[in-house]
């Protein structure tokens, strides 16, 4: 949501046909990924020469390494096998350091950006003959083709967009142009830009627009669609690095719209290497644990202490705790494998708990864990966040609302507040439920209506803390939600029929899909930026109500026993002073009459009372109060 360059990525995958597109190898040379298949520590470089079915068998591969502290450096070279592989293994020399793998593939040649030389996995690059030379992926300052070339081919549906090189975005409308600016060397996007778009015809007469790059780096030009068929385009910007220039194409024939990227290409800091998940791995005994942590920059560290946890079914837990050594690894061995339970690693680095996904413990192997782990910040202005209420009708009186809520950490420090912290659900939400994704970061107890972080947010990635809920309402749904963090982007949709009443920046729109058609009845409110510790106080009117006859119904219904029940005890007959006595009296005599010697003094006084009690009330008036003739007997 953050990048331009995710939405031309989004559009091409929507245009890819069924089945999948082929690859394009190109689009993945010189980067290593992290491979579960290869053994730890070792690195493979496949060679090619074109396709995958172009192996450049017996082309020699070089592999430049470099210790951690940069004090030891090594070259080594395999030959590539029938496979088109070449393999490098035995470097525990090396390890927390970096490699580059490198080859002379036809007198071209290729490398690798830098590979991390781990002890814990194995990686894999690719080096492809061809790979950047497409347009101006290898000349980026370069000078344009001329405005009368002819427009390049446009990439196929699988191709990663390359800079300069214009394609079909089918969610652009059509006769739209998209020209996203963006700096390579950090992945972020360019605002404030100013592109211009050359319009130049068959006569060489040519025509310039100018637009400004957004927050997003996106500048946009509408209205195209009226051009002629035979006018070339050329979309240039101002970049910090000067002038940068796609080559020629056109949108005649085009149903959609295009895109096409303009960069900052340059060297950019090694990427951090993919962290992998728990994972069970043959070459560790059954019953161990090998947790491995390492810092922003890939490299091992010591003393973190690190404990397993594991916690069965009741609830109850047990601990086995370690602490990293030299190499950044801690190995927890002996771990019981009988009963049933899960597994987690925590690690405690820089004051804060880091932890791991739950995993099991395989009877036949151990498994490996890698945590990364950063310093930690408690300022709150690197945090942003964006979040968007989606609302629909239920039954009974009933509003769902889908909270997706996603934060973004900048800088190089993870943030944590020193403590654990409540993320709440709007007011009154009932039934909350904690999303796909966000359930590795928010931890949930049952009815509770809100979430909990346990851990740091670490940077430079976008984390989902996203939840639903319920809201009862009575044809108009109230949202009161306060930010935890600040909120720099802010929306509400609603499915057709309902209407945002309070709350809403702009009017609402629908968004478009390809043609500029919309697929569903959807309503997209600016809600706006919001602080930290503000609240969005938002009203959705014509939500689905039950019928309330039935409610007043039951009610009155309700309300006629309650009387007749009042009236019946009310004027339920009851038994006169003098009745209650002659009874007594009757009952007394039974009992005097089986009694024994010992047993008939007090049954004889009760008696005596009972029969004072009647004289009583044989000397009053009828009309008079009994009890009161007995107090004044007694």
């Known amino acids: 949501m953050f990048m331009f360059a995710g939405t031309c990525l989004a559009g091409q995958a929507m245009a890819q046909p069924p089945g999948g597109p082929p690859i394009d190898p190109r689009a993945m040379s010189g980067i290593p990924r992290a491979d579960p298949q290869t053994e730890p520590g070792t690195i493979t470089v496949r060679a090619l020469l074109g396709g995958f079915s172009q192996p450049a068998v017996g082309a020699t591969v070089s592999l430049e390494l470099k210790s951690a502290d940069g004090s030891k450096t090594e070259t080594r070279t395999a030959v590539v096998g029938s496979d088109g592989r070449a393999s490098f293994a035995d470097l525990a020399a090396f390890h927390g350091g970096t490699a580059v793998a490198s080859a002379d593939l036809d007198g071209e040649r290729q490398s690798s950006q830098p590979i991390a030389v781990s002890p814990a996995q194995g990686f894999r690059v690719l080096l492809v003959k061809g790979a950047g030379s497409s347009g101006a992926a290898t000349s980026p300052a370069g000078p344009a083709t001329s405005p009368g070339a002819a427009p390049p081919s446009q990439p196929g549906a699988g191709d990663v967009p390359l800079p300069g090189v214009a394609f079909i975005n089918p969610g652009t409308p059509k006769g739209t142009l998209l020209v996203g600016t963006l700096d390579l060397r950090g992945g972020t996007p360019i605002e404030g830009a100013k592109v211009r778009l050359v319009l130049t015809g068959p006569d060489g007469k040519s025509e310039t627009r100018e637009a400004v790059s957004d927050s997003r780096g996106t500048a946009r030009f509408p209205g195209l669609d009226e051009l002629a068929a035979d006018v070339s385009l050329i979309a240039e910007a101002d970049l910090p690095t000067g002038v940068e220039r796609s080559q020629p194409f056109s949108l005649a024939g085009k149903d959609t719209g295009m895109a096409v990227v303009l960069a900052v290409v340059g060297p950019s800091a090694p990427a951090r290497r993919q962290t992998m998940g728990p994972r069970a791995v043959p070459t560790i005994l059954p019953g161990t644990v090998r947790v491995t942590v390492f810092g922003p920059d890939d490299r091992p560290i010591n003393g973190v202490p ?90 009974n009186d009933l509003a769902r609302v889908d909270h997706l809520f996603q934060v973004y950490v900048d800088g190089d420090s993870a943030y944590w507040p020193g403590k654990p912290y409540k993320l709440a659900a709007a007011d009154g939400a009932t039934g909350l439920i904690v999303r796909d994704r966000a359930d590795q970061v928010l931890e949930h107890a049952a009815e509770a209506p809100f979430t909990t972080i346990e851990g740091p947010l670490p940077p430079g990635e976008l984390i989902d803390l996203s939840t639903a809920y319920l809201l009862e309402h009575d044809g108009t749904a109230e949202i009161h939600w306060s930010a935890p963090f600040p909120i720099v982007d802010g929306r509400a949709v609603v499915v057709d029929g309902l209407k945002m009443v309070r709350g809403a920046k702009k009017p609402p729109v629908r968004p478009p899909h390809q043609n500029g058609e919309s697929r569903v009845d959807l309503d997209v409110y600016e809600i706006g930026a919001l602080p930290q510790g503000q609240a969005y106080d938002l009203q959705i009117d014509g939500l689905v109500t039950r019928p309330r006859i039935y409610q007043w119904l039951g009610l009155g219904f309700g309300l006629f026993v309650a009387v007749a029940f009042g009236l019946g005890f009310a004027l339920r007959p009851r038994a006169s002073l003098r009745d209650r006595l002659l009874k007594r009296k009757a009952a007394l005599l039974r009992k005097l009459e089986a009694a024994g010697p010992g047993e008939r003094e007090p049954i004889v006084v009760a008696l005596d009372q009972v029969f004072c009690q009647l004289d009583a009330l044989e000397a009053r008036p009828r009309h008079a109060d009994p009890g009161a003739a007995w107090q004044d007997k007694a």
Request: charged share 25%; aromatic share 10%.
């Open 306 to 395: 690190v404990t397993v946890i594991k916690q069965d079914t009741t609830g109850f837990s047990k601990r086995y705790e370690d602490a990293t050594g030299e190499d950044g690894v801690a190995r927890i061995g002996d771990i019981p494998l009988t009963g049933e339970g899960l597994f987690r690693v925590e690690a405690s680095y820089a004051g804060a708990p880091w932890r791991s996904t739950f995993f099991t413990l395989d009877e036949r192997m151990g498994v490996a864990v890698e945590m990364r782990v950063f310093p930690v910040t408690t300022d709150l202005t690197r945090v942003r966040s964006a979040v968007q209420f989606g609302v629909e009708s239920m039954e």
